[in-house]
Structure formats: structure tokens, C-alpha cells
């Protein structure tokens, strides 16, 4: 469900960090303890945003996204999200750090699924846990989408 406001974005971590973090961490298992703790670090979100409405489909484990528009020269669009499984929590961060705080425009070009594979995610993730992570970049690019055609 989108939502128009006019506040700052939040704090979500980079994007070019996590990549270089990745890039650090040899071992898949340490890999894994960073996308765990990437999760732990998301912002919260409140109880409200936990409806039907927010609830990504597709999604094995329970994954909510909530989406606020700030609007300019392009529509800027800021996420809050969260899961029920701390794995799946993390593949949320890593998602939020590419597109929270971008133009619709942006998010719309950015390719999610190449950084999950760039990142080694795909390889090592269920292949549940992969077509999770493709509904919830589906589910932001619509938003984007929508966004787009409200500024129009």
C-alpha cells in the first residue's frame, strides 16, 4: 500500500558497503551471519504496516514491505520492511539498501536479481528463498510503477 508523505528517508545501510562487505567474507557461512545480521539491523517495522495490504506474495516465509512516496521532479520512494525468518530479513536489507531513497525512475532500471546473483545469494539460497526475493522485487517495482502513474 503506498503512502504519500513529505519526510526524509530513512536510514538504511549502503549498498556499495554490503557489496564490499560480501566481497571480504570468504566463507558462505560468515556470508550467511552478515545477511542475518544485516536483517537484525533493519529499521522496524511498526505493527501497523504488519497487514494484508503490505504482505509480499509468493513469499514462503511472511515478508512485508511498506512504501512511502515523497514527491519532487520524480516520485522518490522509501521502504520499510520485514520478515519472519531471520534469513529472509536479511535478503530484505540487502533489497532496501539498493532502492529505498531512490527515484521511481531509478528503482524501475536498478536490477535487484543481479546483485543476488552477483552476490552469491542464489547459490546458496533455496530455490524458495530465490522466488521469495523475486516477489519482493516485483512487489517494489510495481510500487515504483504506481508511483510513476500518480505523478503523472
Not at 516520485?75 to 520485514?82: A, E, H, I, K, W
Not at 532496501?96 to 536498478?110: H, K, N
Request: hydrophobic fraction near 45%.
Amino acid at each position: 500500500m503506498l503512502k504519500m508523505v513529505q519526510t526524509a528517508a530513512p536510514a538504511n545501510p549502503d549498498i556499495e558497503d554490503i557489496v564490499e562487505n560480501f566481497a571480504l567474507l570468504d566463507d558462505w557461512d560468515d556470508r550467511y551471519r552478515y545477511v542475518i545480521e544485516l536483517g537484525r539491523g533493519l529499521t522496524p517495522l511498526p505493527d501497523a504496516d504488519r497487514n494484508d495490504a503490505n504482505k509480499v506474495q509468493g513469499c514462503t516465509s511472511q515478508v512485508w514491505v511498506a512504501t512511502s512516496v515523497r514527491h519532487g521532479a520524480a516520485p522518490v520512494l522509501d521502504f520499510v520492511g520485514d520478515s519472519d525468518a531471520h534469513i529472509v530479513r536479511g535478503l530484505v536489507a540487502i533489497l532496501l539498501a539498493m532502492v529505498s531513497g531512490r527515484t521511481a525512475p531509478e528503482i524501475l532500471a536498478a536490477d535487484p536479481i543481479a546483485l543476488f546473483e552477483k552476490l552469491g545469494l542464489r547459490e546458496h539460497l533455496t530455490p524458495q528463498r530465490s522466488n521469495g526475493f523475486r516477489s519482493m522485487v516485483n512487489r517494489i517495482k510495481a510500487d515504483a510503477q504506481a508511483a510513476m502513474a500518480a505523478a503523472a
